[in-house]
């Protein structure tokens, strides 16, 4: 893998079968080779994407006790601060703050009283009062395209359109808005924004400002770079869509590393399936009129993402034991005038 393919995605809302076959069978190869491709004419209105990145900037340049009043709850809606989170099997946080969001869903809504993980409503900043709305327009467009992706990617499979549509009625998807500050040379090459990590759930959809930094493990394993192309987003297979393919797909390790002096912002939006919604590779595997075994039990989709979360909070947990007592805190960031 030299170069991440791009892949024109506009014929997903074509009427015509053919043509959604089509992109469906490049971004199948590309999920079977690389892991990772850009997607361009996603149909995601550019000024949404600009407005959604300029309130989110002006919440993060805020002094960080303005920031900490919606810090993040059990549901893990809501701000992370800077070292909050530690990569599995990594040795140091990341050196990035994030706002994370999800469906809404009342508290009265029967999984948030059931007490199902990652269910329950949003909350939100007073300030900027336009980063509710901006990120909320944003979670339901890019939720849009995840599921033209998707059926493409069933089209591709050789299974009906709406596979994953039937799976996704209420979908587990997290959107976070992602800042990374300037990061010192004195921290080291050991310090990243992101350490090297695969995602968890279905699939990922990737905004990143022009600012670079992302890295993707190949082949031959060698990082090779991710770099910004005008317009795009770049989508990555999770675990969860290697292991629901019988491991065709590849979900593949990245990371990200900020030495651009430069403050470095992206919105990852994890597009994963309701929690509830069986994840069997027998599914996709019927479909392809083979005789391969599958190679992993069915599993609901919420389990394995809940499951992977806890794991990584217990890896947290192991270094805090060796460090000693506080030994991983939050990282203060230094306060960022808007630029």
Not at 185 to 214: F, K, N, R, S, W
Not at 233 to 247: A, C, E, P, S
Not at 286 to 301: D, K, L, V, W, Y
């Amino acid at each position: 893998m030299r170069d991440l393919p791009i892949i024109d995605v506009t014929d997903l809302r074509s009427k015509d079968l053919e043509r959604r076959v089509a992109v469906g069978r490049k971004i199948a190869e590309a999920c079977t080779t690389a892991g990772f491709f850009y997607i361009v004419n996603h149909g995601v209105s550019q000024i949404l994407i600009d407005t959604a990145i300029a309130q989110s900037l002006a919440f993060f340049h805020q002094p960080l006790e303005v920031k900490a009043r919606t810090k993040a709850n059990k549901t893990f809606r809501g701000f992370h601060g800077a070292g909050g989170a530690l990569m599995y099997g990594a040795e140091r946080p990341d050196f990035k703050e994030f706002f994370q969001i999800g469906l809404e869903l009342a508290e009265d809504d029967p999984d948030v009283v059931a007490g199902q993980p990652l269910r329950g409503p949003n909350q939100w900043p007073e300030t900027p009062t336009g980063f509710r709305p901006a990120m909320e327009a944003y979670y339901a467009a890019i939720g849009a395209c995840g599921a033209d992706l998707l059926r493409g990617v069933a089209l591709a499979l050789n299974l009906p359109e709406s596979f994953f549509k039937d799976r996704y009625a209420k979908p587990l998807q997290r959107t976070q808005a992602i800042y990374y500050p300037p990061q010192p040379e004195e921290m080291g090459a050991d310090q990243y924004g992101v350490a090297p990590h695969t995602d968890y759930g279905c699939i990922t959809l990737l905004y990143q400002d022009d600012v670079g930094g992302l890295e993707v493990l190949n082949r031959d394993g060698q990082w090779v770079e991710g770099p910004p192309v005008p317009g795009s987003f770049v989508i990555n297979v999770g675990d969860l869509l290697q292991r629901w393919t019988n491991d065709h797909f590849l979900s593949n390790a990245h990371r990200v590393r900020n030495t651009s002096n430069r403050e470095r912002f992206s919105i990852a939006s994890f597009y994963d399936p309701s929690y509830d919604a069986a994840v069997d590779p027998r599914d996709i595997l019927s479909a392809r009129n083979g005789s391969e075994a599958p190679r992993h039990a069915p599993i609901a989709a919420g389990d394995h993402i809940w499951g992977r979360i806890v794991e990584s909070g217990r890896h947290r947990k192991e270094k805090e034991a060796q460090t000693g007592e506080g030994g991983i805190r939050e990282i203060q960031i230094p306060e960022i005038q808007a630029q």
